[in-house]
T-cell receptor, first 112, second 114 residues
Framework: DAKTTQPPSMDCAEGRAANLPCNHSTISGNEYVYWYRQIHSQGPQYIIHGLKNNETNEMASLIITEDRKSSTLILPHATLRDTAVYYCIAGPMKTSYDKVIFGPGTSLSVIP | ETGVTQTPRHLVMGMTNKKSLKCEQHLGHNAMYWYKQSAKKPLELMFVYSLEERVENNSVPSRFSPECPNSSHLFLHLHTLQPEDSALYLC?????????????FGQGTRLTVV
């Protein structure tokens, strides 16, 4: 699985768009980019995933660069409830028991 | 609600106790997972079950013993744990085990070993 790199923390003003970057320069052609988030003391929540094209759902948008080496998760109107750790993962996460599946992620703080 | 339910939510156990964590999903998924999340560490995948069969794992200590009696239920049996096993234990499920990236997680069991 490709390694991903994310900034450790970010702040975003409430109501503004939160843009969370992820670098996955070693991603291979059949690997997807997945985003999860984990609100404190809760289980991770799936957000969105994509392969090549940009994707949008009710939670967020995912913008993947043409060379697929990086992507950005966009929360269009951040609320206080979006404060969480956001994980970018390049999969597929298959069968091997690699210890680290989710990296450190980006801790997003939405500020009133 | 994600459709994945874990019980209990909190558990305190002594090092000589035997306890079990339970996970239940009624999403029609064929794959279920146990993850461990220690304080300030990333999630660690412990076990994967696909169609009720465990995928080989070599790295988790034998004091953790999973059981998957059917596609909707997953257990993690615990015995003679150590204090360093205190962590949040998360169960997840996905349509099949090749699509772990679309897994749905439970709320977790906060385990404290004393």
């Amino acid at each position: 699985d490709a390694k991903t790199t994310q900034p450790p923390s970010m702040d975003c003003a409430e109501g503004r768009a939160a843009n969370l970057p992820c670098n996955h320069s070693t991603i291979s052609g059949n690997e997807y980019v997945y985003w999860y988030r984990q609100i404190h003391s809760q289980g991770p929540q799936y957000i969105i995933h994509g392969l090549k094209n940009n994707e949008t759902n009710e939670m967020a948008s995912l913008i993947i660069t043409e060379d697929r080496k990086s992507s950005t998760l966009i929360l269009p109107h951040a609320t206080l409830r979006d404060t969480a750790v956001y994980y970018c993962i390049a999969g597929p996460m298959k069968t091997s028991y690699d210890k680290v599946i989710f990296g450190p992620g980006t801790s997003l703080s939405v500020i009133p | 609600e994600t459709g994945v339910t874990q019980t209990p939510r909190h558990l305190v156990m002594g090092m000589t106790n035997k306890k079990s964590l339970k996970c239940e999903q009624h999403l029609g998924h064929n794959a279920m997972y146990w993850y461990k999340q220690s304080a300030k560490k990333p999630l660690e995948l412990m076990f994967v079950y696909s169609l009720e069969e465990r995928v080989e794992n070599n790295s988790v200590p034998s004091r953790f013993s999973p059981e998957c009696p059917n596609s909707s239920h997953l257990f993690l049996h615990l015995h003679t744990l150590q204090p360093e096993d205190s962590a949040l234990y998360l169960c997840a499920s996905s349509q099949d085990f090749l699509k772990t990236g679309q897994a749905f997680f439970g709320q977790g069991t906060r385990l404290t070993v004393v």
